[in-house]
């Protein structure tokens, strides 16, 4: 062994038997070869995820002439997709923290492939309903079980960097989609919507299949839930595909649970409680409210923005196409600017956080009262370079904030709440449009998101530098 090995060694080891904590592991092994192939992996999984993103609004005028149905009967398919995307989110994280993230990760997104091919042949509205039930009950399944299998693969130091620039690809997805469906929806005017349904569904076989293939359940996962000798088994193959030999810090000959120390939040898993509510608990409560808040305020200001933003523009005399595709385009150095903060060490996750959020509420303020329209147009591409970022921000603190036996159901609880508010929010985000008043849904806007401002001030859980928690 080098003098150079045996110095990264001293600090961790402790008397006859070295003690660690799966971190101590984790930042070992190091970033490497098999973190790039986990990246690929959730990557392509967070693409097939997003190539979904349009279908709805794409298809929308075709479906409503093929079966003679109504604008109202046709938003029941989001309206009601959203409450199947829920109950698979509650199914699938709570087998994800109880079974492991192999199965519910690999289900998820055959069922979205599945039911995207299978509804481009359905008959009628009836039936295509019925299947779009069953593809959205995987939807869910991919933001709460993608992070949590990425985070738990990466040693501490490139959690922030790596999940952050995990979102550009479903951007790169999100634009495929819009121009395929532009591509196949008018050059085929009888079933070139359903052309476009089949298509964007391949994508997700293509994940499903990686996910199989790559098969290596969290090692996190398994010294959580007692099984020791599996999690030594998938952390040797982490090491040896990085170069590194796990022995020369994991004497063989001691068994790992007798090298493990636990990095516990001092819940007790004895407890007849539910797991899920550990996060109502005395160290997480303030915590959870502050942030609840910030996920349903930003989740909410960037959906309706999205939703409304070609209205908007549309009032104000400004091309709606093509200043919503540039200041959309606003997020991807967003990106790269909150890859480079969270893991700057004076920064951290919250700081980048308020900072994120205080520039967001300046700049719809400035869309809302300013009347030039360059300045219209900066403004729309600043509030997209702020806010867009932030959701894989928020990602990437949910994820670090609470133990690793409830990861997954904690991010579910935290969109099914989000997706509770979504359901009412948007038809008020149409009827503050509707009144044709300009500044008046920026406005409303900026202070949903001073709202979120001030529950990140609040919040005082830095997870920057930070070990998981794994209660065991």
Same mark, same amino acid.
């Not at 001293?10 to 790039?36: C, E, M, S, W």
């Not at 998938?234 to 004497?251: C, E, F, H, T, Y």
């Given at each position: ?6 110095? /990264? +060694?001293?600090? *961790? ?14 930042? &070992?092994? !190091? &970033? ?42 046709? =938003?029941? *398919? ?15 994280? @709570? ?5 492991? +993230? ?7 997104? =055959? ?20 299947? #779009? ?23 501490? +130091?490139?959690?922030?960097?790596? %999940?952050?620039?995990?979102?550009? %690809? ?60 599996? =999690? ?54 303030? #915590? ?13 200001? $960037? ?12 009032? *104000? ?66 509030? @997209? ?16 904030? $609470?133990?690793? /036996?409830?990861? =997954? ?11 509770? &508010?979504?359901?009412?929010?948007? @038809?008020? !985000? ?37 070990? *998981?928690?794994?209660?065991?």
């Amino acid at each position: 062994m080098s003098v150079q090995k045996d110095e /990264e +060694r001293a600090p *961790l080891l402790g008397g006859t038997v070295p003690r660690f904590k799966v971190d101590d592991i984790l930042n &070992f092994i !190091g &970033f490497g070869p098999f973190q790039v192939a986990a990246y690929v992996m959730v990557g392509l999984t967070y693409m097939a995820f997003s190539f979904e993103t349009l279908l709805f609004a794409l298809i929308s005028l075709k479906v409503q002439d093929e079966w003679s149905i109504s604008a109202v009967q046709y =938003a029941n *398919l989001p309206a009601l997709t959203c409450i199947f995307n829920i109950l698979g989110g509650v199914v699938l994280s @709570y087998l994800s923290d109880h079974y492991g +993230r192999v199965w519910p990760y690999a289900i998820s997104v =055959a069922m979205i492939g599945v039911g995207g091919v299978a509804s481009a042949f359905a008959p009628d509205y009836t039936t295509f309903l019925l299947i #779009r039930f069953f593809a959205s009950f995987g939807v869910m399944g991919v933001p709460i079980l993608a992070y949590p299998v990425l985070i738990e693969f990466l040693p501490v +130091r490139n959690r922030g960097r790596v %999940l952050a620039l995990l979102t550009l %690809l479903p951007a790169l997805a999100v634009c495929a989609s819009g121009g395929l469906g532009w591509w196949l929806i008018p050059t085929y005017p009888v079933h070139g919507w359903r052309y476009f349904t089949a298509a964007i569904a391949f994508p997700s076989f293509v994940a499903a299949a990686g996910r199989i293939l790559f098969f290596y359940e969290s090692p996190r996962f398994l010294v959580s839930q007692g099984k020791f000798t599996q =999690a030594r088994g998938v952390l040797v193959a982490m090491a040896r595909m990085n170069g590194k030999r796990l022995g020369d810090l994991l004497p063989e000959r001691v068994p790992l649970q007798d090298m493990i120390i636990p990095d516990s939040d001092g819940t007790d898993r004895g407890s007849s409680l539910p797991k899920l509510l550990t996060i109502f608990s005395r160290p997480y409560i303030r #915590r959870t409210l502050c942030l609840s808040v910030v996920y349903v305020c930003l989740n909410t200001g $960037y959906y309706c923005t999205t939703v409304f933003l070609p209205a908007l523009l549309t009032q *104000l005399n400004l091309n709606p196409y093509f200043t919503s595709f540039i200041s959309i385009l606003g997020q991807i150095p967003g990106i790269f600017l909150i890859s480079i903060l969270t893991e700057w060490p004076c920064v951290g996750r919250l700081h980048t956080l308020r900072l994120m959020t205080f520039f967001t509420v300046v700049f719809f303020l400035l869309f809302a009262f300013v009347r030039n329209d360059a300045s219209i147009s900066v403004s729309g591409i600043m509030i @997209y370079f702020f806010m867009a970022p932030m959701l894989p921000l928020m990602y990437t603190i949910l994820s670090e904030s $609470y133990p690793t /036996e409830i990861r =997954a159901q904690a991010l579910n609880f935290f969109n099914t709440l989000s997706a509770c &508010f979504g359901l009412g929010l948007p @038809y008020l !985000g149409g009827y503050l449009v509707e009144q044709g008043i300009p500044w008046l849904f920026p406005s409303m806007a900026a202070a949903l998101f001073a709202i979120q401002l001030m529950a990140a001030l609040i919040l005082n859980h830095e997870t920057h530098g930070m070990s *998981l928690l794994d209660n065991f």
